[in-house]
DNA sequence: AACTAAAATGCAATCGATTGCAATAACTAT
DNA sequence: ATAGTTATTGCAATCGATTGCATTTTAGTT
């Protein structure tokens, strides 16, 4: 770990040597501290900068108590692969990135296996960051419940749950579901099948606007066309293809995310069910990747981008201490091919 | 900024006070010193548990002169698309963060804008990462280059260029293009189309085994079947119609990545152009979603993870002072429906 | 020129750890 | 017992900044 660098290591005290001046004057003048002396400030600068001092933050962040970082935490949602599954989370994690630099925060990635929540824990304690963002409260509810009654500067991406003691940021995944399956419905679907997993909270609010909007059709909700899509891809592919082992007659899909739609399209290709043709189907996110594919996604669009921003937002709140409260990012029906309606 | 820690802030002369020892014999115990007795050891390490006490990171490593981290930077591509583009960079992200969590390390996610390579060089000289790995070279070489010589822990993944002074993993970008362009000929393809931006160095090398490919088929090389597609989808669209509308006959394509690959069925679908019944198309990456689209992508498969593991050992030899090398990683044809020959 | 107010700078403590060296305690051998 | 080891522990300096308070320098007033 030595002679790795080779790089000059200019420090404070030696611009001060320079300068003649003490290390307070230094301090000050770099900082543009206003009790410097105009001509001191522009000469100590100039010196600065001809040395090519660059300031040590480890220890201006440790007499500051601050760090100038935030963590985002991605809790994995399966063992299985150990890599970022959706390219959802991985856009939300570009949009964070845009939205901390242009506040002079760094970024802390981290992911949290399934297993050993004590990460979470961990990660604050060691005060690394000044915050954290949790992107997905995945089946972790409970741990970051508690957490959150002890560490305040904790902003989560996800679900708005009745029992939440900690802030959320999420999408309005109730209507977007119910856009969904209304869209659907009007194009003379009845017989709509769910694909995706309800035990992760988001998509838990998302098969309850398929259930209502079903009702509100006067639809009887057939319990046997919801398939239970596990994140991974090789569990989602056995999933999908035990469901249309059955034989169940149905004419439309609401797809939890589009990645479950695209794996869906993918199996119903395999088995020569063509989409839109023979079957409909509606996802939600609204990846990039969604208006590229073949054929082109119909979705519940959730603003990644504003969320990002949100998330960001609520958390310098919570630092500075202003009073905040968890936001619902509308959502809106984007219209492809994918539905036939096109 | 203040407030906003409400959790226990226990700190090491607290451990110390409670278990009447001074600070250099707790933090003896707590590494493991074995200057200190075994009773005293387990007595502090006990009394520290029960306290919820956490090492701070920020003071450690101003004291070991080090971070614990490593930052890893991504060059964005163009100003247009803010957010990262593609999949492949987000792959690898993920990979990276296993490797360094791995090793205990943290990791740090910088973008820097085409515009401002300055922010290299700050990153580097604010010490807040004990090395650096850089995520595609993009037209950044000669700033890296000119970096490199001053800053040993930095590995780069992208093209081994002749003229690098610094170290690189990358794939085997010239044999697995020469790979699928055999494959199309091979196919009986002769108008074979490359779709991609040589000016990027490793889209470069996969540009030179397109052309000796064909070379070595005794088919001539035709300069109007290169299609200079740009990465923002707008532009890529608008490049992929401008090559269209010129009317050139054409029966397979060579895409230089997998998401020109996927934009470019888009664009014929549109048009009509029926992929791989009209035109075979080869991607180049393996991105996750290859696979699930629909025709399914025969491409050129990057060994992403093998890339994350070689990066990281390589950032670690260096930091250790371990002489080591530029990697070039072998790449295999992965062949699928999108070229026809399933 | 003398004295006061204001402006500019420096001293020294502090953030929370680590570690070389000195000091003390506990043992061993004679 | 006594000197000589050896096993434990503590003192104090250090990493590179920031900042309250004291101090010096400069400017302003009569």
Known sequence: MDGARSMANVKMSDIASLAGVSESTVSRALSDNPLINEATRLRIKKIAEDHGYVLDLRARNLRLQKTGT????????????????????????????????????????????????????????????????????????AVINELASRYEPLVVWGAALPD???????????????????????LGHRRIAFFGDKILPEIGERYAGYVAALEKADIALDPSLECRVPFDRLGARKAMNGFLDKKLPFDAVFAASDLVAIAAINVFDQRGIRVPVDVSIVGFDDIMLAAAYTPALTTVRQDIGGGAKALVETLFHRLNGTPTQSTILPTSLVVRASCGAK
């Open 164 to 186: 939440n003691h900690y802030l959320t940021v999420g999408s309005d995944n109730y209507n977007g579901a119910v856009m969904a399956v209304q869209h659907l419905v009007a």
């Open 70 to 141: 935030i963590s985002v935490v991605f809790p994995l949602l399966h063992e299985v692969d150990s890599g970022f599954s959706d390219p959802f989370f991985l856009e939300m994690l570009g949009y964070l990135a845009d939205e901390l630099s242009d506040r002079h925060y760094d970024l802390l990635l981290h992911k949290i296996a399934p297993g050993e929540p004590r990460g979470l824990v961990e990660l604050i304690n060691e005060r690394r960051s000044d915050g954290v963002v949790v992107i997905g409260q995945s089946t972790q509810n």
